[in-house]
């Protein structure tokens, strides 16, 4: 229980999607190395055993900690937000209704407020000149076409999905390249990818069996570093 320990705290770790309870060794064990912690999962959305899972539990982004109480949790892929107390059990109810009744929530017994969770869409149509990108292209001699030829950006993320059309650019095959740690890695690269390494095994679990991205993370970001011309559900992307 986190009641019982001094320097007990929450922490959520937005990659692996989960609650977890973080307790200073020390206040448990007189043999534990200073300042060492121990952690134990409390709530993920299914993504790892838990003693509670929660569903809405999807990249939560905004979290709040009240030391005498429930810790906030908003997810921003679920559109939602869950109280969890100190034991990671739930204490909230979420409901779909149209927004003409939410006044009508107010009227059952034991509800303080209602806040409704509405999603935003994000044009992302103003980071190019307010960086000035378009400027550095036009310096360029081929404009935007001849933009980072040359560069090499190394990523340590969630692994690459080889085949986002983003990384389809027929590029030149260079001399050395790919590179991997384990042979069968080989096929998570191309003329875009050089380098597919799995570093995960050096994890306490044997980690991920290759360098493919199960959680798609490392291929956003990759993408939104190096990535060429694609379509997207939402619409054309540029990295």
């Not at 922490?11 to 121990?38: Q, R």
């Not at 100190?86 to 034991?110: C, F, H, K, T, Y």
């Not at 400027?135 to 001849?146: E, R």
């Not at 990759?222 to 990535?227: D, E, F, R, T, V």
């Amino acid at each position: 229980m986190m009641a019982k320990y001094r320097h007990a705290a929450w922490l959520v770790a937005g990659f692996a999607t989960c609650a977890v309870s973080a307790v200073n060794a020390e206040d448990d064990d007189v043999n534990a190395v200073p300042n060492s912690y121990s952690v134990n999962v409390l709530v993920t959305n299914g993504f790892e055993s838990a003693p509670h899972i929660d569903a809405n539990l999807k990249n939560p982004w905004g979290i709040a900690f009240n030391p005498l109480g429930d810790v906030w949790v908003s997810n921003n892929e679920s559109s939602t937000s869950t109280l969890y107390d100190g034991d990671g059990n739930p204490n909230s109810l979420i409901v779909n209704i149209p927004e003409e009744r939410a006044a009508e929530l107010m009227q059952l017994p034991g509800v303080v407020a209602v806040h409704a969770v509405r999603r935003i869409p994000l044009h992302l149509d103003h980071a190019l000149p307010l960086h000035k990108v378009l400027d550095a292209w036009a310096a360029l001699p081929l404009g935007k076409d001849s933009a980072g030829a040359g560069i090499r950006i190394g990523m340590i993320d969630t692994g690459i999905d080889v085949n986002n059309p983003g990384f389809s650019d027929p590029l030149p095959a260079l001399d050395g390249f790919p590179k991997v740690v384990y042979a069968s890695d080989t096929r998570f690269t191309n003329a875009k990818v050089i380098v597919a390494r799995n570093y995960t095994p050096l994890l306490p679990d044997g980690g991920d069996p290759d360098a493919n991205d199960r959680v798609g993370h490392g291929t956003g970001t990759a993408m939104a570093a190096a990535g060429g011309a694609a379509v997207s559900p939402y619409g054309p992307c540029c990295g």
